[in-house]
């Protein structure tokens, strides 16, 4: 097990340095400026331009920048300045991410519970009106773009009900966070439950299952115990990938309901060209999905006795 | 159908009794609901952005920090709605000769940490911006004041780090020595750019930058990052421009829809600019509280008079391409009544602004538009291209303009979209502007000359087409050196009746502010800039 771990984390190095200087050479390969940017249509002295493109180092060529950044980042764990801000992107991060994470727990913990919940039901009853139903009101949900269903929830519940607000001016108060995190869960939740129920209703019919009826255990205990543990597997595999997407991949729902998270960060740094802030956000996202990853493959050891990591 | 139809009846209704509303108001909206009562210490929100750069008066270009600026810093001057100097901080500022201005100051100023506001807070900061070491983006501004090639030179290392031209006489009194005349100098000075700076910035300009101390009618509160920056009413205040509310929430948005939606549900007070979704129903929605009024911006297409295609060009052939759209018809229809047709180059609200200056330039005639295109030889190849940015919403005007042109005149018109703002500047600096390109003109202080020395002079910094005529550059040398404001005024007038001959760019509309307030204010109104005017905002109770 040690020895898997060690090897997993080594081979996060590769991956790593491959997709920190992808994004720098893709950044630095799109036209225009973040420094000349600054200065929109009137244009600046051309002193400041050069003292500015200086200090940030964009003199140089882009295997030198990037050689630098790495060493800083890696050594001091210094993520480099925001050019319009004169901000460390340090600070940037830190001001995104607690709150793409509030936001990416809160839609986690709903696709769990109400997915899984939703699943088992599911498959329990295959072939029954509760299924079907089910199975319809996730076809529903994967197939409504997020920006529509953002968009109803907001005028039935914010505009007409006035129940909720309908955008986030403070990230830490759960009520206005709770319909875009709905939002955001809503087209995995489908997947969960659909990935559940198929599995639920497979391993239902498997033999091990028709034993431990077969031995009295009570129903809690056989489908609680031994149908949910294998059949958890895929599922866990698929949730473990959409922390990942959850992190990074939720910029429309952030411009949606005004959340100043990741998402619109990264949307950001693209169209001002901040290559710093960009590689900074992007290389803790491969951590977080490298992570995420690790923690799937080592679950699996635990739901079924058969996996053996040596 | 039924229902479409009365939903129409309703728009115009609005419509129609928002003219009647916007005819009488003007300037004095403050007196349609005075009988509510006014809480003088009471704080509303404003929509903006995360300003993008620290909040130092020297180095604040975009919208989003210059209107947190204003709030905190007072400059020497300001203008008021017709563009006319209003002293703010400056006692007098006087000059014989437009070129050695004696700038007084207005006894018992303070700055929000109690420090006294000085000839020397001026002097100092105006040093400390223009020295290209400390990395302030509006440096250039200070580019008219003698010994600034001294401390900025284009090349090699600076010679000094202040300006010869600025002098301290005594602690209210400074002098400022411009390198050559300029008769509207004053009205430079009511930029942000050369508001005051306290001792203490010195110290650490950085965290100055996150924490500013200023001498304006607010003082800094706090700025939570990407959240919201609270400024409070600065009590001890000397100024004409009080605030008669008790501070400002910026409130931070990532998109006009949601604050609109936010501002629907009472969340934030006053909105800057409405989206282009909710346009055609925000008069509806709001009532007497929309705003729906003239700024002083112009858009323009300009000519990259580098290219072949236009290099040689007789300027018949560019009238005749302007007289070729229909403006009238695009504002009303594609822009929804956003932009008022241009008349000329000089935008309204600007001091030496002239209606119709252009002539018939600006006049849809498509008959007139063919013949002037043939005599002037035809437009080469026949066909042209609009450059403009995807990410600013031109997409639309730019083929309605494209359409009017083809059709009036059989030329070839195509739109050369680039991505964003950044890979259009960038092809406009390169001068890879394959034919014309949009460009836009916000004003940085009420004179005309910003709208016609700063961009057509040879060697404008806003002069990105490579237009460059002898004529003008010389008359505009004449205006410069002019003896006093009005005439200075005057010859700027007459060179923007002469444009039409040389056609610099092709102007097509003027902007307006579409903005809208919250039922607690009262007393919105905006300024030429298009920003809401803070300070005159009061909260009800």
């Known amino acids: 097990m040690g020895r898997y771990v060690a090897r997993r984390l080594l081979q996060m190095i590769p991956v790593f340095i491959g997709t920190t200087l992808l994004i720098f050479l893709m950044v630095y390969a799109l036209p225009g400026d973040p420094v000349r940017g600054l200065f929109g249509d009137k244009g600046g002295s051309p002193q400041v331009i050069a003292q500015l493109r200086h200090q940030y180092g964009l003199d140089q060529p882009i295997l030198v920048q990037y050689w630098h950044y790495m060493k800083n980042m890696i050594l001091h764990g210094d993520f480099g300045t925001q050019i319009a801000s004169g901000r460390p992107v340090t600070d940037v991060l830190g001001d995104a991410f607690p709150v793409t994470l509030r936001l990416g727990a809160l839609a986690f913990v709903i696709e769990f519970v109400l997915g899984i919940a939703l699943g088992i ?93 077969a031995k009295g255990l009570p129903k809690r205990r056989v489908v609680g115990v031994h149908l949910m543990r294998n059949s958890l597997i895929p599922v866990i595999t698929y949730l473990g990938t959409d922390i990942g997407a959850l992190m990074g991949g939720a910029v429309v729902t952030e411009g949606l309901f005004n959340i100043q998270g990741v998402g619109g960060t990264i949307a950001q740094s693209i169209v001002r060209r901040e290559g710093t802030t960009l590689v900074g956000l992007v290389t803790i996202l491969v951590i977080v999905y490298l992570l995420a990853n690790l923690l799937v493959d080592l679950l699996y050891a635990v739901l079924d006795p058969r996996i053996r990591y040596a | ?368 538009a063919k013949e002037l295109i043939k005599a002037g030889g035809g437009v080469p190849g026949n066909a042209i291209s609009i450059q403009y940015n995807a990410d600013g919403g031109h997409k639309e005007w730019v083929e309605a303009v494209c359409n009017s042109i ?44 910003n709208f016609i020395r700063d961009l057509f002079g040879t060697k404008s910094d806003g002069n990105q087409g490579g237009f460059s005529n002898k004529k003008i550059d010389d008359e505009i040398a004449a205006a410069d050196s002019a003896s006093s404001l009005d005439e200075s005024e005057k010859k700027y007038q007459e060179i923007e009746k002469q444009l039409p001959d040389y056609m610099p760019s092709i102007p097509l509309w003027y902007y307006k502010v579409n903005a809208g307030y919250s039922d607690k204010v009262t007393g919105v109104a905006y300024a030429q800039d298009g920003d809401p005017i803070l300070t005159g905002v009061q909260v009800k109770k």
């Not at chain 2, 932009?339 to 000329?344: F, L, Q, S, V």
């Not at chain 2, 005149?409 to 991505?419: F, L």
């Open chain 1, 121 to 213: 039901t599911a498959g329990l009853r295959a072939g029954r009106v509760t299924d079907n139903a089910i199975l319809l009101v996730t076809l529903l949900l994967i197939s409504v773009p997020v920006f529509v269903l953002g968009y109803i929830l907001k005028v039935v519940f914010a505009f007409n009900l006035n129940w909720l607000p309908p955008n986030v001016n403070d990230s830490t108060n759960i009520n206005e966070l709770l319909m875009p995190a709905i939002v955001l869960a809503t087209a995995s939740l489908a997947y969960v439950t659909r990935l559940t129920r198929t599995s639920i209703a497979e391993n239902l019919r498997a033999d091990y299952i028709r034993t431990a009826i």
């Open chain 2, 1 to 368: 159908m039924r229902g479409a139809k009365s939903a129409k009846w309703v728009a115009i209704a609005a419509v129609v009794a928002l003219g009647v509303t916007a005819c009488g108001g003007g300037g004095g909206d403050k007196g349609s609901d005075s009988k509510a009562a006014i809480d003088p210490n009471g704080k509303f929100s404003v929509e903006v952005g995360e300003p993008q750069n620290p909040l130092q008066p020297a180095n604040t270009m975009e919208s989003n920090g210059s209107i947190v600026i204003k709030s905190l810093f007072a400059g020497l001057v300001d203008y008021d709605e017709s563009g006319k100097i209003v002293y703010v901080n400056a006692d007098s500022i006087d000059s014989k000769d437009n070129k050695t201005f004696t700038v007084k100051l207005k006894s018992g100023w303070k700055f929000h940490d109690g420090t006294p506001v000085t000839a020397d807070s001026y002097v100092k900061a105006w040093n400390w911006a223009a020295n290209p070491a400390n990395k302030q983006t509006n440096s250039f501004w200070f580019s008219d004041i003698q010994g600034y090639d001294d401390v900025a030179p284009a090349k090699g290392a600076p010679k000094a780090d202040k300006m010869s031209g600025l002098k301290v006489v005594d602690d209210s009194t400074f002098t400022i020595t411009l390198s050559k005349p300029i008769p509207y100098f004053v009205y430079k000075l009511g930029y942000e750019v050369f508001d005051p700076l306290p001792e203490s910035f010195y110290k650490d300009p950085k965290a100055a930058g996150e924490h500013p101390i200023g001498n304006g009618p607010y003082k800094f509160v706090s700025w939570q990052h990407k959240k919201q920056i609270e400024v409070a009413k600065f009590a001890d205040y000397k100024g004409p421009n009080a605030a008669k509310n008790g501070g400002v929430l910026f409130k931070n948005y990532t998109s006009l829809e949601t604050a609109y939606e936010d501002l629907k549900s009472s969340n934030v007070d006053v909105l800057r600019q409405i989206a282009p979704k909710d346009l055609p129903v925000y008069k509806t929605d709001l009532g007497d509280r929309a705003v729906d009024k003239a700024y002083s911006a112009i858009q323009t297409i300009a000519v990259a008079f580098y290219t072949k295609q236009w290099k040689d060009i007789d300027p018949k052939v560019l009238q005749g391409l302007s007289m070729a759209i229909d403006r009238d018809t695009i504002t009303k229809t594609v822009l929804q009544g956003t932009r008022e047709p241009a008349t000329g180059w000089v935008a309204k609200g600007v001091l030496g602004y002239q209606p119709n200056a252009a002539g018939d330039v600006t006049t849809y005639n498509p008959a007139k």
């Open chain 2, 406 to 449: 083809t059709k009036a005149t059989g030329v070839k018109c195509t739109g050369d979209s680039k991505a964003d703002f950044q890979a259009d500047l960038n092809a406009r600096d390169a001068h890879q502007v394959k034919s014309l390109y949009r460009s836009g003109w916000v004003l940085d202080y009420p004179f005309n000359s």
